[in-house]
Nanobody, 120 residues
């Protein structure tokens, strides 16, 4: 099982990045894929999630209207388009798979992180 996150980098405030999470080793369509982030000195928080069953999406309040999650089931890949980035978005971003849906607390698989740094 592998969740390969990529696309992080350094960007100025107001800029954009697109993160990718490529999944392998499990049945992609049976899982909800979400993005979490952890800023220095802070707890990990859920950012967004997309349900494989009905493509419903979830966002934490601080990113609503700025981030968009999408899924390409043919490529087993989930994307997180991040626009209007703010310095407070700086964090290591992780993707994760949940077999019980976006609202489940149980995380079945974690990917490695990708660092997003937003300069002011």
């Amino acid at each position: 099982v592998q969740l390969q996150a990529s696309g992080g980098g350094l960007v100025q405030a107001g800029g954009s990045l697109r993160l990718s999470c490529a999944a392998s080793g499990f049945t992609f369509d049976d899982y909800a894929i979400g993005w979490f982030r952890q800023a220095p000195g802070k707890d990990r928080e859920g950012v967004s999630c997309i349900s494989s069953s009905d493509s419903s999406t979830y966002y934490t309040d601080s990113v609503k209207g700025r981030f968009t999650i999408s899924s390409d089931n043919a490529k087993n890949t989930v994307y997180l388009q991040m626009n209007s980035l703010k310095p407070e978005d700086t964090a290591v971003y992780y993707c994760a798979a949940r077999s019980r849906g976006c609202t489940a607390r149980l995380i079945d698989y974690w990917g490695q992180g990708t660092l997003v740094t937003v300069s002011s």
